[in-house]
């Protein structure tokens, strides 16, 4: 983690990527298979080093020209210039799609069901898991010179970040990217990769941890309660130890208590923990965790 390292959360942004080898390209570079992606549907898919090591998690949706892939805009840049990399002599073009479209959020009102899509108007509605009171959230992809809706939310706005949090929706960062992989994440309980699929860089790992291996740190939400942590912050353990990492904080109605998520050692569960100059308490995630 630098000092360069903000609270603020970081905006969404989409890179597109189009040409008549676009889908064979992603179903080579991503853990989930783009060829069960339709208008009708959208999923998350990590995007690997060859240790497995997650260099992006994107949200990733079809439309009638290819793919694209929403993520944070910090990342663009790094992003497609090794994505650019896999493309050799493939028909696959990479676009940075900042000032092109706008990716903004909503909650409440006709959203299409969490990982449904929807397309009308020049609008492409991404169905999310609802908020803690049961509305529907949504992710829109609109062009860029549209106005936004007086209803919309910015996606570098914390109380989105919040909601994902709540979601349990994991957000890398440049100050966690290439940290973790993709378990360590609830990525595969995210429905974010296809075991049965064949092979993309980091796959080997991906696959040795899930069939033989044992999964020693995982994704956690906590709350935090004093100054809130940065993402890459370490999370130490009753003994002084490092157990785990800062993924996203957020605040809640006060500045000074809020929910994250971080990956932390199984074992140091149930024990004290801290991040900087906050104390940390174990919540709940919205979906089954087993084992």
Not at 169 to 178: F, H, K
Request: proline share 7%; with cysteine.
């Amino acid at each position: 983690m630098t000092d360069s390292v903000s609270t603020a959360p970081a905006a969404l942004g989409a890179i597109a990527v189009s040409g008549a080898d676009a889908a064979d390209f992603l179903r080579a570079q991503l853990s989930n298979d783009v060829m069960r992606l339709g208008h009708d549907r959208h999923f998350l898919a990590a995007w690997c080093d060859a240790k497995g090591r997650t260099q992006m998690i994107a949200r990733v949706c079809e439309r009638d020209d290819g793919y694209l892939l929403i993520l944070p805009e910090e990342l663009i840049d790094g992003v497609m210039k090794r994505l650019q990399m896999f493309v050799l002599r493939a028909a696959v073009k990479l676009s940075d799609c900042r000032g092109v479209l706008r990716i903004i959020a909503r909650v409440g009102g006709d959203m299409p069901a969490p990982n449904q899509s929807s397309h009308s108007d020049d609008v492409i509605r991404l169905g999310l898991a609802p908020n803690g009171e049961g509305e529907p959230r949504a992710l829109e992809i609109v062009s860029a010179d549209r106005p936004p809706e007086p209803q919309s939310i910015s996606t570098d706005d914390t109380r989105w970040l919040a909601l994902d949090i709540d979601a349990g929706i994991p957000t890398l960062t440049l100050a966690t990217q290439g940290m973790f992989v993709p378990q360590m994440l609830n990525l595969h309980w995210l429905g974010a990769i296809d075991f049965d699929k064949g092979c993309y860089p980091g796959q080997e790992v991906i696959a040795r941890l899930h069939y033989r291996g044992t999964l020693t740190r995982r994704m956690f939400r906590l709350f935090w309660h004093g100054e809130q942590p940065l993402p890459g912050s370490d999370v130490i353990d009753a003994d002084g130890e490092r157990a785990g990492t800062v993924l996203s904080a957020a605040p809640n109605a006060t500045p000074d208590q809020g929910a994250l998520l971080a990956v932390i050692k199984t074992r140091a569960i149930g024990g004290l923990l801290t991040s900087t100059n906050a104390t940390l308490e174990l919540g709940e995630l919205p979906y089954p965790t087993p084992g």
